[in-house]
């Protein structure tokens, strides 16, 4: 099990950019594969992006492609999110995971541990 805090949220203008961490506690951070999600006013959480235990691997959803970045420092135990070019809809609460599966997973059910969440809010 890991505990996860994120930070880095905030508020931007459509177009700027936010970098969201990750920090990861505990000695094992490296075994697991890591996603972000988010959950907008009204909406269900979604998938936005995964890295593999070794970040030999990434997926972004179809949403973020081309704008988001997901990366990871294992000697820091820290996943993050780079954000480019914001759109409204990018609102939301945003959520890192933890999968002990080491491999990209884009749904909730293969992820085991979750941060308590950062808000990210994109005004027009």
């Known amino acids: 099990q890991v505990q996860l805090v994120e930070s880095g949220g905030g508020l931007v203008q459509a177009g700027g950019s936010l970098r969201l961490s990750c920090a990861a506690s505990g000695r094992t951070f490296s075994r697991y594969a890591m996603g972000w999600f988010r959950q907008a006013p009204g909406k269900e959480r979604e998938f936005v992006a995964a890295?593999?235990?070794?970040?030999?691997?990434?997926y972004n959803a179809d949403s973020v492609k081309g704008r988001f970045t997901i990366s990871r420092d294992n000697t820091k135990n820290t996943v993050y999110l780079q954000m480019n070019s914001l759109k409204p809809e990018d609102t939301a609460v945003y959520y890192c995971?933890?999968?002990?599966?080491?491999?990209?997973?884009?749904?909730?059910?293969?992820?085991?541990?979750w941060g308590q969440g950062t808000q990210v809010t994109v005004s027009s």
């Open positions: 995971a933890a999968s002990k599966w080491g491999v990209v997973v884009t749904t909730e059910a293969g992820y085991n541990d």
């Open positions: 890295i593999s235990r070794s970040a030999g691997s990434t």
